[in-house]
């Protein structure tokens, strides 16, 4: 297996636990989330302005209960906004970590340090941009979002006549008959029984895809500037695009693009680099390095011995899926990785890697990702 292909291997494998990080995150997130949910139903209970009293008298109820539910929804997407950025500034330093140790591994040789400064892993995490807004602005923004959406639900409700059992259903929806065990603020074992279809539920979808796409930002950010500080052996980047049934269009396009560290297009590509993966949001695309071969570093050898694997020879890699990359293991591995119950499922074809994930199956926390290379 020459270096391109190991170091392919070893990048899918890097997906697939990253997918995992983000699951240990977004359980976090959850538990704040349906802590909030359960508030803003005992402030909505509390002050009820259904209920039927005079106009002046409703409306001040009204008044009250936006106030108090405008500081309650501050509150809780500030603290998701803090638990995501100390995740992020952890994964920054185990990504740029991982970089070196993946690019030695694959060529039998140091060929790569790990240079990066705590200041830079600091900026890497705290000046990720999703969509031109780093992380924080873009928590900010989901809680105002809610705030108006509880606003216009509430006054549409009143409006219409709801009683106060209407109202509930359009802050939290239906319930589901699931029910989720998460750990509180208080480090203490609770029980959240699923609602959907009201505005939480748009929330809870909005956070975790905020959550998803912030991991793989930082991820990438710190791979590129890994790449960057090590141009002596790195002379460009490949897209390597996880090519499923939800895939982007993006995605497909750029898959296989190549550019070197100026972020030019090279080797054939004609496709502008636009600042690179993750493209869009929840995007699972990544980029490898394009290492120069020993003659672009002056050495007159085609390639090392086997023994030290091959190479480097400045190959790109082909494209390669969760899934195809998982088949290609043995059940001990995928049991490993995904838990014994749902390897089974997935062996027995009743579910997709991505689905496993979603489902927040088996999680790493930020300690078991920098011990899982």
């Known amino acids: 297996m020459g270096i391109s292909d190991t170091l392919a291997d070893d990048y899918v494998a890097r997906g697939v636990n990253l997918l995992r990080f983000e699951a240990g995150e977004r359980k976090k997130i959850l538990a704040i989330l349906w802590e909030l949910e359960d508030d803003l139903i005992a402030k909505l209970a509390a002050i009820d302005p259904s209920a039927p009293l005079r106009a002046d008298s409703r409306r001040n109820r009204l008044e009250k209960l ?19 950025a100390a995740g992020l500034r952890g994964l920054a330093k185990a990504e740029a970590g991982w970089v070196a140790g993946a690019i030695n591994g694959a060529a039998g040789l140091q060929i790569m340090d790990s ?27 989901q809680g105002e979002g809610l705030t108006r959406k509880f606003s216009d639900e509430i006054r549409t409700g009143m409006s219409s006549g709801e009683g106060l059992g209407d109202m ?31 505005i939480m539920d748009t929330g809870t979808r909005q956070a975790n895809a905020l959550v998803r796409t912030s991991v793989q ?15 002596d052996i790195v002379k460009g980047i490949q897209q390597i695009s996880t090519l499923d049934g939800r895939t982007t269009d993006i995605c497909m396009a750029y898959s296989g693009a190549t550019w070197n560290l100026d972020y030019e297009p090279i080797m054939g590509n004609s496709l502008p680099y636009k600042g690179g993966v993750p493209r869009h949001f929840q ?91």
């Open 217 to 231: 930002q930082v991820a990438a950010d710190a791979r590129r500037e890994m790449y960057q500080a090590n141009s």
């Open 283 to 373: 995007c699972r695309s990544s980029e490898q390095p394009i290492l120069k071969s020993f003659r672009d570093l002056g050495v007159d050898i085609d390639e090392i011995p086997p023994s030290t694997r091959a190479s480097m020879d400045g190959q790109v890699a082909e494209d390669l899926s969760f899934d195809d990359w998982l088949d290609g293991k043995d059940a001990a591995f995928q049991d490993k990785m995904l838990g014994k119950g749902r390897a089974k499922l997935y062996r027995d074809g009743k579910i997709t890697l991505t689905d496993l994930v979603d489902q927040h199956g088996n999680p790493l926390t930020l300690e078991e990702l920098e011990a899982n290379p």
């Open 115 to 141: 240079v990066l400064t705590a200041e830079s892993l600091r900026a890497i995490a705290s000046n990720a941009l999703i969509e031109g807004a780093p992380s924080k602005e873009w928590w900010k923004r």
């Open 168 to 198: 509930v259903r359009r802050i939290r929806g239906k319930a589901t008959g699931r029910r989720h065990k998460y750990i509180n603020a208080a480090g203490k074992e609770q029980w959240y029984v699923e609602f959907k279809g009201g």
């Open 66 to 84: 936006l106030k108090e539910v405008r500081a309650t929804i501050a509150t809780s997407y500030q603290s998701m906004g803090t638990s995501s």
